[in-house]
């Protein structure tokens, strides 16, 4: 079957602006993370649901992020007032028990 | 808190040289232990895992790692590597006792193992 999908690939906003990143989960997985990546270093978790709750949001730097996944499969993260710090690549991924992650392509978010 | 150590930024060798990859990781709690590898234009994908058992886990592309609890490592090997195995590797951990299904990993910063012909 089909695997994680993320959507836009790629995306350039200028700074102030919003932007919304989308998830698409395996069918089925009920465990979803989002990670951001900055250049050079690993992945940082960011939140996790489980089904439709988001049940850790620790990772969230500040109150312009935020996630939802109203219907437990798809999930959005949004960043209000971007900045430029914003600027990584986010990565989603998803699993049924957790132990073992798929990761999608990841979006590449850069703020002008 | 967690943290994971991946000593070697980069890692050059020549095809069909053995090669290692060094993590190293900082826990108060037991954890689960991951590879991860990052082909060019593609996303993360898992090598190989530890969670119990045998401290000797292998991949099917010839990889292995070693738990040592010790010494808190969880170096990656491979006695062989071919031009295809260049990539980003990523060393990871997660808390045991996560409470639930919220097993987050902690990265390392990655190495880049580049094979030459």
């Known amino acids: 079957g089909a695997g994680v999908s993320q959507s836009p690939r790629y995306k350039v906003t200028k700074r102030g602006q919003d932007v919304a990143l989308r998830c698409d989960p395996i069918s089925g997985h009920v465990s979803l993370y989002w990670y951001r990546q900055a250049l050079g270093q690993g992945p940082e978790f960011l939140t996790y649901?489980?089904?439709?709750?988001?049940?850790?949001k620790s990772g969230l730097p500040n109150d312009r992020f935020s996630a939802e996944r109203p219907e437990g499969s798809i999930s959005t993260l949004t960043i209000q007032r971007t900045e430029q710090r914003d600027s990584a690549m986010y990565r989603c991924?998803?699993?049924?028990?957790?132990?073992?992650?798929?990761f999608g392509p990841g979006t590449r978010l850069t703020v002008l | 808190a967690q943290s994971v150590t991946q000593l070697d930024s980069q890692v050059p060798v020549f095809e069909e040289a053995p090669v290692e990859l060094r993590c190293n990781y900082s826990s108060s709690v037991s954890v689960y232990l991951f590879w991860y590898v990052q082909y060019p234009n593609q996303g993360l994908q898992l090598l190989l895992k530890y969670l119990s058992g045998s401290t000797l886990v292998e991949s099917i592309n010839g990889f292995e790692a070693e738990f040592n609890k010790s010494q808190t490592s969880f170096h990656l090997r491979k006695p062989s590597v071919h031009i295809s195995d260049t990539a980003e590797y990523f060393c990871a951990v997660s808390d045991q006792r996560s409470g639930g299904s919220n097993y987050k990993l902690t990265f390392g910063k990655g190495t880049l193992l580049t094979v030459n012909p």
């Open positions: 649901f489980n089904y439709e709750a988001q049940q850790d």
């Open positions: 991924a998803s699993s049924t028990t957790g132990l073992e992650q798929f």
